[in-house]
């Protein structure tokens, strides 16, 4: 499984983004994974962000920290997870994973096992 993430960039404070993760999945299989999105500041640990279940029903969860100003969605039919990042900050700055586990949950980086390659975010004054 290949994830790409790609969207990222420079915003200033308040400013929105939205990131984007194309799946190498057949539809049928897509639909089968949680999809994630971790992100990591310079000299800190990965965290968590948002994620979305795979089961019929979607359910996002989100970071205590992005909860009311992110959004994430998928389309099955596309093989595509959106997280759309609002209000930013300078703490949103970073470089942003996503990642996807069959049939998954949870907010840990440990329950995926599929990440993309990262998307950096930069949050200006």
């Known amino acids: 499984v290949q994830l790409q993430a790609c969207g990222g960039g420079s915003v200033q404070t308040g400013g929105s983004l939205t990131l984007t993760c194309a799946a190498s999945?057949?539809?049928?299989?897509?639909?089968?994974?949680?999809l994630g999105w971790f992100r990591q500041a310079s000299e800190k640990e990965r965290e968590f962000v948002a994620s979305?279940?795979?089961?019929?029903?979607?359910?996002?969860n989100f970071a205590d920290s992005v909860q009311g100003r992110f959004t994430i969605k998928r389309d099955n039919a596309k093989n595509m997870v959106y997280l759309q990042m609002n209000r930013l900050t300078s703490a949103d700055a970073g470089v942003y994973f996503c990642?996807?586990?069959?049939?998954?949950?949870?907010?840990?980086?440990?329950?995926?096992?599929?990440w993309g390659q990262g998307t950096l975010v930069t949050v200006s004054s």
């Open positions: 999945l057949s539809e049928g299989a897509f639909s089968t994974y949680t």
């Open positions: 979305i279940t795979w089961t019929w029903n979607p359910t996002p």
């Open positions: 990642a996807g586990e069959f049939q998954g949950r949870g907010t840990r980086s440990g329950q995926y096992s599929y």
